[in-house]
C-alpha cells in the first residue's frame, strides 16, 4: 500500500507532530469513520468496536512524534487498528456471538455484510483485510503469525466458497 496522504492530511501530521491537539482532532474526524469500520468489520460488537477505535487514536497521539509523513497515515492507523482488535479478540478468548439474522433484506449488501460479519474470528480477519482492506497476503502474516502464506491462501479460498455456497450462487 502507497502513501495517499494529501497535502491537507500531511499538514495536519505536522501539526499534530507539533503538539497542535485542534489538528489532531481534525486528523480523528477525518478518520473516524475508516478506522471504527475497521474495527467494526474484525470484531463486530459496537460497543468494542468504538473502545477500540478510541483506543487507536489514543495511541496515535501518544505516537505521532515517531510517525513519518512520508508514509501512509492510513495504513498506520488500520495497522493500529487490526493489532488492537487482534489482542482484544486473543484477551476474549471467545468466539462473538452471531448477529441475529434478518429474515428479509433490503439490499444483498446487508445479506452478505451479514454473512461477514458471522463468520468464525480468523475467517472474518482473513477474508476482511484481504478482501475487504486491501491486504496482501505477505502484510497480513504480520498479524496472523501463527499462519503460513499457503495457509492465509488456503482458508481464504475455503471461506469465498463457503459464502458463494451460502448466497446460494
Not at 8 to 28: H, M, P, W
Not at 49 to 69: M, S
Not at 104 to 127: A, G, K, Q, S, T
Amino acid at each position: 500500500m502507497e502513501n495517499e496522504n494529501t497535502n491537507y492530511v500531511t499538514y495536519l501530521i505536522e501539526l499534530s507532530q507539533a503538539g497542535r491537539k485542534n489538528a489532531f482532532f481534525d486528523l480523528c474526524k477525518i478518520n473516524l469513520r475508516n478506522v471504527f469500520t475497521v474495527a467494526y468489520r474484525l470484531y463486530p460488537d459496537y460497543d468494542k468496536a468504538q473502545q477500540i477505535t478510541l483506543r487507536t487514536f489514543l495511541i496515535v497521539w501518544e505516537n505521532i512524534k515517531a510517525f513519518d509523513p512520508k508514509k501512509s497515515f492510513m495504513l498506520w492507523l488500520k495497522n493500529i487498528t487490526i493489532k488492537l482488535v487482534l489482542k482484544e479478540l486473543m484477551n476474549s478468548g471467545a468466539s462473538l456471538n452471531p448477529i441475529k439474522s434478518k429474515t428479509m433484506y433490503v439490499h444483498d449488501n446487508e445479506r452478505i455484510e451479514n454473512m461477514i460479519m458471522n463468520l468464525p474470528n480468523e475467517d472474518r480477519i482473513i477474508f476482511v483485510l484481504h478482501d475487504i482492506e486491501g491486504y496482501d497476503y505477505d502484510e497480513m502474516k504480520d498479524f496472523l503469525e501463527n499462519l503460513t502464506e499457503d495457509e492465509i491462501k488456503s482458508k481464504l479460498l475455503d471461506i469465498r466458497k463457503q459464502l458463494i455456497i451460502n448466497l446460494g450462487l
